[in-house]
C-alpha cells in the first residue's frame, strides 16, 4: 500500500494532481483545499495517502495530513459515504472543521458540504462522535503533517502503517495543554474550557489528551 509520495508536481486538474516520483507518474485525488495548498507544475509536493482498491479500479487519495487522512477513513466507514462524499465533507470543512462539526455533534456543518443529504450528516455525527476526540488528539506531535522533503531524499515513497484512533498516554501538564488548544480550536471560550478540562484532569490525573478531550466534551455538553 502507498502510504505517501513525494515528487515533483506535473500538473493539476479540478480534482486531481499528477506527481512525478522519479519517472512514475501518480494522479492523486484530492480536496479543493489541498489543491489550492499545492505549488504550481515543477514544484516539489508530499502528500499521506490513501489507496482504494476496487475490482475495476485503483485510486489514490492525497492529504496534507495523518489527521485528514483518517478522518477520511473514518468518513468512508459509514453507511452511504463513499470517496467522493467524504472529499466532500472534507473540502467544505478541512480536518479541524470536521473535528468541530463532529465533536459537537453539528450535522447541519456536514450536511452543507456538497451532495450530502440530512440524514447522512446525522449518520455521520452519530457513528464517528465517540472518535472525534481521538482524532483530535492525532493533531497534536509527531503525527503532523510535514513539508516535502528534499527532492534528493532516497526514500520518496514509503508505506505509513494505518494509523490507530488512540493517543499514547502523556504527562498531564502535556495533555491538559493539548486538550485545552483543541477545545479552544472548537470555540470554546478559554475560561470554560479552562474550568471543565481541570475537572476532567482532577477526576483522571492519568487520563492522555483524547481521555481528557472526550471527558472535557461531556462536561461542556449542555444539560437537559
Known sequence: MIGRIAGVIVYKGDDHVLIDVRGVGYVVYCTDRVLASLGRAGEAAALFTDLLVREDLLQLFGFPSLVEKEWFRLLMSVQGVGAKASLAILSALGADGVSRAIALGDWNAIKAAKGIGPKTAQRVVNELKDKAPMVMAMGFGAVAGTPA???????????????????????????QAEALSALGNLGYAPGEAASAVAQAAGEAPEADTAGLIRAALKLLAPKG
Request: proline residues 15%.
Open 149 to 175: 522533503p528534499a527532492l534528493d531524499d532516497e526514500a520518496v515513497i514509503e508505506d505509513v502503517a494505518p494509523v490507530a484512533v488512540t493517543a499514547a498516554p502523556a504527562p498531564s501538564a502535556s495533555a
